[in-house]
């Protein structure tokens, strides 16, 4: 049995005789410039099968052994996909197919047919969206018949979808799915389970097991943790935000200097950069110079000139405190024609920032590139000559006496599973940097601008829902492993009209409310201690960090998967003083948790979708590590 086309999705496969499973894959989009994983899951959530695809294998073949058993494996391709992956099994094993709801899943041909499967009561939607290529679903009801049409139009929005609903019945319904026309597709179910398969008898029930997950905590300090912080809009915000703005306790920020505005009143931006500064308590920052209108492409002329030195002396007159980065263009390997352009444009700006003194002193430091992805190159043409990487090195080999920080956006990483990319990245631009003799990073390291989406391609069934709070929560605890980051951000703070990707939503009057996962960086605010400390963890659906403030600890930690995890800890030598187990599940609200602890281990069971924090008062105060001793 064969799957072809696959761009963005799981599929789930339960065999009860052994078989092999054959992943191939060719070129889609840019697949030169890219790297990508494959994770293939046991029944029980383990990994046990990755493939990380590098850039040079635009096409290739995996394979790995399935095991006869009663749970199904869970084979991932995680969106966004720059290839097309093709897979084979044996037709006696059940595959179901989960697609992504609203981003393209696969690239389909003219009458490719599924079929699913509604449970008696249920009220289905069938969904799809028009991504230039199927341009309609037929799905017809085996039983009698009865036939719907949904055709898929073009939108404005990329949020927006076409649905129909599904006849109600009391008895259990197979339909027959049909895609009409030919190339990228969406197509999903909502009000019933999300699975697809080739034949009616592999509609079986998708079983599950409950995990485990081992800790192991060692009292050793890897590095400190990052600032959290948001991207903060570019004007005085109202009163009536404040609110929400405090709640998140950003101890970072984002921010946007336009060349043009401030050419022309040196002054504009005072008052509201005053006001995060002295009211929220934000002395940690990147700007990124462009111009209105969403210009990114500055030239080095007269009214960028300008725009940089109303910048630098609004700064110096701040008082001095904390660090402002600045980067003289916004994610230039995507929006120059070349690196020679950006590169004459860097060596202007920097020998201005540089003639006066007076800058540095004033917490002034340079940032690079402030690229579009890092490791990967950003969504454009000839992606392979502008990943963000390769500019970084090429600007430090050049300007590396000049360079205080090197800093990067990440985009398109959308899958939970997918998010220890953050990792790796994380861990590259350290190597890039080098490190001193104390094994920190010779140039801080910001990760200043991320979303699970680039732009406006949004899916309101993750920005809108309890997922952002998981994904968020899993590239925090991602990106701050190794204590190595000195800055993560948000993109961005509110929602916007065209952008409605902001950890709190804007309503009528003024009035503001935070998302689910602006609630998620509340609770990772309310328990975000000083430094990383060493964790062993040997789970691939449960992200945990342990973290540490003078006696206290906390071990903030994330359930991806929907299946409850049973967690034992070590190390933390129980009984400990004001322990404490939070939950913070789909609802959006914290509520205390128990746990046992037993011969010094603690162990509670984690409830599926669920952040958690485990905090205590420990008896000893953490040692330093040596680099070596980073997992």
């Known amino acids: 049995m064969a799957w072809t086309g696959i761009r963005d999705g799981s599929l789930y496969l339960q065999t009860d005789r052994p078989d092999s499973l054959t992943v191939r894959w060719v070129p889609a989009w840019q697949a030169d410039a890219n790297t990508e994983h494959l994770y293939l899951l046991n029944g029980q959530g383990h990994l046990v099968g990755e493939r990380l695809i590098k850039a040079d294998q635009e096409r290739g073949e995996q394979q790995w052994p399935l095991l006869p058993g009663a749970a199904s494996y869970r084979l991932e391709i995680p969106g966004y996909s720059f290839r097309r992956y093709a897979i084979e099994h044996d037709a006696r094993t059940r595959a179901l197919f989960s697609p992504a709801k609203v981003h393209f899943s696969a690239e389909a041909h003219d009458g490719d047919e599924l079929y699913f499967k509604v449970q008696p009561g249920e009220q289905a939607v069938l969904a799809g969206k028009f991504h230039g290529g199927v341009r309609g679903l037929q799905a017809r009801r085996v039983g009698d018949n009865k036939e719907l049409t949904l055709a898929l139009k073009p939108y404005r929005a990329y949020w927006q979808f076409d649905q129909v609903a599904l006849p109600v019945a009391n008895v259990e319904q197979i339909w027959r799915l049909h895609l009409q026309g030919n190339g990228k597709v969406a197509f999903w179910l909502d009000g019933t389970a999300n699975l697809f398969a080739q034949t009616p008898a592999q509609l079986q029930p998708l079983r599950q097991d409950p995990g485990q997950v081992?800790?192991?905590?060692?009292?050793?300090?890897?590095?400190?943790?990052p600032k959290l912080g948001i991207s903060l809009p570019y004007v005085v915000p109202p009163p009536s935000s404040y609110a929400v703005i405090e709640a998140l306790k950003p101890q970072a920020a984002t921010y946007y200097s336009l060349v043009d505005i401030t050419a022309g009143k040196p002054d504009y931006e005072d008052r509201f950069r005053r006001l995060y500064q002295d009211r929220f308590g934000i002395t940690r920052d990147i700007t990124l110079l462009a111009g209105s209108q969403r210009q990114a492409d500055l030239r080095a002329d007269r009214i960028s000139m300008s725009g940089l030195q109303a910048w630098l002396q609004s700064t110096r007159a701040m008082g001095g405190k904390g660090l402002h980065y600045l980067s003289f263009a916004d994610e230039p390997n995507l929006n120059y024609a070349d690196f020679a352009?950006?590169?004459?444009?860097?060596?202007?700006?920097?020998?201005?920032?540089?003639?006066?003194?007076?800058?540095?002193?004033?917490?002034?430091?340079?940032?690079?590139?402030?690229?579009?992805?890092f490791t990967n190159g950003p969504l454009a043409e000839n992606a392979a000559d502008k990943r963000g990487i390769d500019w970084a090195q090429r600007l430090l080999a050049k300007f590396g006496d000049q360079v205080d920080a090197l800093a990067w956006h990440e985009w398109m990483i959308r899958d939970l599973l997918a998010t220890r990319v953050y990792r790796n990245s994380v861990r590259r631009a350290a190597d890039l940097v080098g490190l001193d003799n104390n094994g920190r990073p010779r140039k801080a390291l910001l990760l200043d601008q991320t979303n699970m989406s680039s732009g406006s391609s949004l899916s309101p069934y993750d920005q809108e829902t309890h997922y952002a709070a998981l994904w968020w929560t899993s590239v925090v605890i991602n990106a701050s492993a190794d204590g190595l980051l000195d800055m993560l951000n948000w993109f961005q703070s509110a929602d916007e009209p065209e952008y409605p990707k902001g950890m709190v939503r804007v309503?009528?009057?003024?009035?503001?409310?935070?998302?689910?996962?602006?609630?998620?960086?509340?609770?990772?605010?309310?328990?975000?201690?000083?430094?990383?400390?060493?964790?062993?963890?040997?789970?691939?659906?449960?992200?945990?960090?342990?973290?540490?403030?003078?006696?206290?600890?906390?071990?903030?930690?994330?359930?991806?998967?929907?299946?409850?995890?049973?967690?034992?800890?070590?190390?933390?030598?129980?009984?400990?003083?004001?322990?404490?187990?939070?939950?913070?599940?789909?609802?959006?609200?914290?509520?205390?948790?128990?746990?046992?602890?037993?011969?010094?281990?603690?162990?509670?069971?984690?409830?599926?979708?669920?952040?958690?924090?485990?905090?205590?008062?420990?008896?000893?105060?953490?040692?330093?590590?040596?680099?070596?001793?980073?997992?």
């Open 341 to 373: 352009s950006y590169q004459q444009l860097f060596e202007s700006m920097a020998d201005q920032v540089r003639a006066n003194p007076a800058n540095a002193r004033a917490g002034v430091r340079i940032a690079i590139p402030a690229s579009s992805r």
């Open 214 to 225: 081992r800790l192991t905590l060692v009292n050793n300090v890897l590095g400190p943790t």
């Open 507 to 631: 309503l009528e009057n003024q009035r503001f409310e935070l998302k689910p996962v602006g609630l998620a960086q509340q609770f990772i605010q309310q328990h975000w201690l000083d430094q990383v400390l060493r964790l062993d963890n040997d789970a691939f659906e449960v992200d945990v960090l342990a973290m540490a403030s003078d006696a206290r600890r906390t071990l903030l930690g994330v359930n991806k998967s929907t299946r409850p995890q049973q967690v034992s800890l070590d190390g933390a030598f129980c009984p400990q003083v004001n322990a404490e187990l939070v939950y913070f599940g789909p609802d959006n609200r914290s509520q205390s948790a128990a746990f046992n602890c037993e011969a010094g281990q603690i162990r509670f069971l984690l409830p599926g979708e669920t952040l958690f924090a485990l905090s205590w008062t420990a008896s000893s105060s953490p040692q330093p590590a040596t680099h070596q001793e980073a997992p």
